[in-house]
């Protein structure tokens, strides 16, 4: 998902380099869906982490939709009946901001939500893994491991899982346990980098271009039973100083990008 350029040009610059391309359904349009999903098989380039265009039961600061849970929730899976037409390896929802409700209510809405976007997946034979973000107050109902595995748990589906997003969780105290015991459970790794002096939640770095320590990360995954897709999400205002586009277009930064991880992954060893 790449915001700065057209989805064609996201397709041509995914097939040179034989990436998958993780499509937002904001940015498919109206009325193109044939015509883009005949030119992905064309290319050869598979859908990767995909994202309805409203991504979750409760609405939060910084993504649109509306504000009732349950018209939220029926756009979530309308979503997902749109993007399962091009196949992607899996969905991304986050569960939305707990501000608006006491948390006994948040997550009781977040729960039957859940499940019934877990349902509506698993008749198109996906899986849903619900990002677990930094922002506890704004933009999460929780931010840690260990408690959204329980909130799915008590979802019940057995096709929800979690996203892992290096960004939001490389410093949680704990990691490294938490994802050698959850491993089997995590469907998709947003790969980037965290700024030494990261100046907002959209200032990232490229893998390999941050303090994060990426090789243990993978290497806690890989030899517990990862067996998820690795997605890069790289936030980088183009308006603020050291931007990633600021010198580079798009097949640079998903070159530089490649070649961090290929290096955080020779590092872990596990060739």
């Not at 009325?31 to 409203?54: F, I, T």
């Not at 979802?155 to 704990?174: E, M, Q, T």
């Not at 931007?243 to 990008?257: A, C, F, N, Q, Y």
Request: aromatic share 8%.
């Amino acid at each position: 998902m790449l915001p700065q350029s057209t989805f064609e040009e996201d397709v041509e610059a995914c097939q040179k380099l034989g990436f998958g391309l993780g499509i937002s359904e904001a940015k498919l349009g109206e009325g193109r869906d044939d015509a883009l999903r005949a030119l992905m098989q064309a290319s050869g380039v598979r859908a990767a982490v995909s994202v309805p265009a409203v991504i979750g039961p409760l609405k939060d600061a910084w993504r649109g939709g509306p504000d009732d849970p349950a018209e939220r929730v029926a756009r979530v899976c309308d979503g997902i009946d749109r993007l399962a037409a091009f196949d992607p390896a899996s969905i991304l929802i986050v569960t939305g901001a707990k501000a608006l409700y006491p948390v006994f209510e948040a997550r009781r809405i977040v729960v039957e939500g859940l499940a019934q976007i877990a349902d509506v997946a698993g008749a198109h034979g996906l899986t849903v893994g619900v990002e677990v973000l930094r922002d506890e107050t704004n933009g999460a109902l929780y931010n840690d491991l260990p408690r959204m595995f329980e909130l799915l748990d008590d979802a019940g589906p057995d096709n929800l899982a979690v996203v892992f997003d290096v960004w939001h969780l490389w410093d949680a105290p704990g990691v490294l346990e938490q994802l050698a015991a959850y491993a089997p459970r995590i469907s998709a790794v947003q790969l980037c980098d965290w700024r030494s002096e990261t100046r907002w939640s959209g200032d990232r770095a490229l893998p390999g271009d941050g303090i994060a320590d990426i090789p243990a990360i993978l290497r806690a995954l890989e030899t517990n039973g990862f067996t998820g897709v690795y997605d890069l999400e790289v936030f980088s205002d183009l308006s603020k100083p050291g931007s990633i586009w600021e010198h580079d277009g798009l097949d640079e930064v998903l070159t530089k990008s490649w070649d961090g991880f290929a290096r955080a992954w020779e590092e872990a060893d596990l060739s």
